[in-house]
């Protein structure tokens, strides 16, 4: 099955909020203004798409020059394991090939360390960086 990648901020909320349920991050879609709003302040946004179904997307934040943040990583649960993240997550690290700090911060699971160790990251559990970090 062939999908298509959308690099664009503006993505309809409630197919948002659709995706974002369906892989259960509900602290996203209380407020899907800010949701909107988050994505439209990012640095970049590519989105995977099965016709006009949202099934993917990448969210990335930083200055794209000497740091870039992946916020989120996310996809349908009925389309997970089909390769969709993988390349959501090749096409950022791609375009920001250059960018010397390539960060994110994710639960712990087998799953989730398996995925970011075979696209190159490292955790900072197990490398000589710390990380630190202060959520609400």
């Known amino acids: 099955m062939a999908f298509t990648f959308k690099e664009d901020k503006r993505i309809d909320k409630n197919t948002l ?8 991050w509900y602290a996203y879609t209380k407020d899907m203004d800010q949701l909107a709003e988050a994505l439209a302040g990012s640095l ?8 006009e179904e949202l099934i993917g997307l990448v969210r990335v934040v930083g200055d794209g020059l000497t740091i870039i943040y992946i ?3 996310l996809v349908l649960n009925n389309r997970q394991n089909q390769g969709i993240a993988s390349e959501l997550m090749r096409r950022v690290l791609e375009k920001f090939h250059s960018v010397r ?12 360390r398996h995925f970011y160790e075979k696209h190159g990251f490292q955790s ?7 990380a630190f970090a202060k959520l609400i």
């Open 124 to 130: 900072c559990d197990q490398g000589t960086l710390v």
């Open 101 to 112: 700090q390539k960060v994110l911060l994710t639960e712990e699971a087998a799953d989730v």
């Open 17 to 24: 909020k659709s995706l974002y349920e369906d892989v259960e």
């Open 71 to 73: 916020q989120d990583i």
């Open 44 to 51: 970049y946004v590519l989105s995977a798409w099965d016709q």
